[in-house]
């Protein structure tokens, strides 16, 4: 059994990763910044799933 939210938050993980990776040169900026996004990505997917719940298929 596949579960979506172990789905998407392996995907926010490495997505993160590689940014903050990308985008910072320090090792305390970068978990900071990846940190940041991570929570992001998450909260965005749930208020966006709470956002659509109403809305028929």
């Known amino acids: 059994m596949q579960s979506?939210?172990?789905l998407l938050a392996v995907f926010a993980f490495?997505?993160?990763l590689v940014f903050a990776v990308i985008a910072k040169d320090d090792w305390?900026?970068?978990?900071?910044f990846g940190?940041?996004?991570?929570g992001g990505f998450l909260l965005s997917a749930f208020?966006?799933?709470w956002l659509m719940y109403p809305?028929?298929?």
């Open 35 to 38: 940190s940041m996004m991570f």
């Open 4 to 6: 979506h939210l172990l």
């Open 47 to 49: 208020v966006l799933g």
């Open 14 to 16: 490495f997505v993160s």
């Open 28 to 32: 305390h900026e970068q978990l900071r």
């Open 55 to 57: 809305f028929p298929l």
